[in-house]
């Protein structure tokens, strides 16, 4: 017996992203003066930058090295940590160089070049994002998207009916739990990092039929894995009566959701 069966567009337009975007560099761009200020706090001098850079970046590095290999030189593993080590120790000079040129007053503007480098960055993040994150999140302005509004149809947050946006289509019933209510946030968190890595991938892919139907399988996997059998609902799969599914429709991507009781 079909309980609930919405599809959801996954989709925003780059003019949206761009919005998005404006207000986090000019954000960036206004915070820049505190950021500066920050840093230099938080790095105040070389002890402090081998404390909390060198070391950690030395530490991170150490086992990359192949303990059997030996340079030309005659320099074993240990050698060369070592030595890398020495070198990010004697690096400080040029890090404070470099965040006192990205950061300095030049024309009269604090932080000149730092507001250009992030002025460069906005169109290519822009369109990442565009393409990556905000079709299956949305925006607290714009509203949101896909995922959101699937993660919380399935914990029965009637408020999902005030979401659905056009270009969506509630096929039948509404809302509803499928998991244990003592166990929402565990799902909503687990779900909603799974369908954003999914229709990352599937984005990625060009829409790969191949990838789509292995993502798919993942998340009616992890939704299976945390149902509550006791509701008697026909497994998840992909494609079944029960599943939670990205779907092409009319080279448009959706995300599909369908619940089925036995």
Known sequence: ?????????????????????????????????????????????????????????????????????????????????????????????????????????????????????????????????AERSLPFTGTRIEGRSCVPIAVHWLVQDKRVLDWLRAGDSLMEGGPYLVTFPNQISEFKAALTGRLIQAGAAIVKSNFDSTVMSDQNSRINHLVQSLINPGLGLTPFATGGLSHVDYIMDHDQLFLEVQVDQI
């Not at 820049?32 to 060198?54: G, N, T």
């Not at 150490?62 to 070198?87: C, L, M, R, Y």
């Open 1 to 129: 017996m079909l309980r609930s069966h919405v599809k959801l567009m996954a989709t925003i337009p780059l003019e949206t992203a761009n919005r998005v975007i404006e207000k986090w560099a000019r954000a960036l761009k206004e915070e820049s003066p505190d950021m500066y200020a920050k840093i230099l706090a938080r790095i105040p001098d070389m002890q402090r930058f081998v404390e909390r850079l060198a070391q950690p970046a030395n530490a991170g590095y150490q086992g990359f090295v192949n303990p059997a290999f030996t340079s030309k030189s005659g320099q074993g593993a240990s050698d060369i940590e070592t030595s890398h080590g020495a070198n990010l120790k004697r690096s400080y000079g040029k890090y404070l160089a470099k965040v006192n040129f990205l950061f300095g007053t030049v024309d009269g503007i604090p932080a000149k070049r730092f507001k250009e480098m992030v002025d460069a960055m906005k169109s290519m993040f822009g369109t990442g994002i």
